[in-house]
């Protein structure tokens, strides 16, 4: 059973940055691609970025691009979202995935960021 924790959420002020991991169980991280995805009040959860499995390629929500980066290290089963430049509708639940063949199978079980205006 693959397990996903998160970390890194909290309260941050308009403008301001926050830096989301994410650790992975097993030994083929390498072999996936993860994503990360939000969830706000009322709304579907909502994808944000990812990054395939060698690290070589990514790809972001259009309301995230310029201001947040996907990252990770496949030594430590670890992803990464830098965020900068936070909206307050950027607040949400934020989630990390491991996808398989076609969906994401794997969650963790998110992280709260909350950007004040």
């Known amino acids: 059973q693959v397990q996903l924790v998160e970390s890194g959420g909290g309260l941050v002020q308009a403008g301001g940055s926050l830096r989301l991991s994410c650790v992975a169980s097993?030994?083929?991280?390498?072999?996936?691609?993860m994503g990360w995805f939000r969830q706000a009040p009322g709304k579907e959860r909502e994808f944000v970025a990812s990054?395939?499995?060698?690290?070589?390629?990514?790809s972001y929500a259009d309301s995230v691009k310029g201001r947040f980066t996907i990252s990770r290290d496949n030594a430590k089963n670890t992803v990464y979202l830098q965020m900068n430049s936070l909206k307050p509708e950027d607040t949400a639940v934020y989630y990390c995935?491991?996808?398989?063949?076609?969906?994401?199978?794997?969650w963790g079980q998110g992280t709260q960021v909350t950007v004040s205006s």
């Open positions: 995935g491991r996808r398989g063949l076609s969906l994401y199978e794997y």
């Open positions: 097993g030994r083929t991280f390498s072999s996936y691609t």
């Open positions: 990054i395939r499995g060698n690290g070589g390629s990514t």
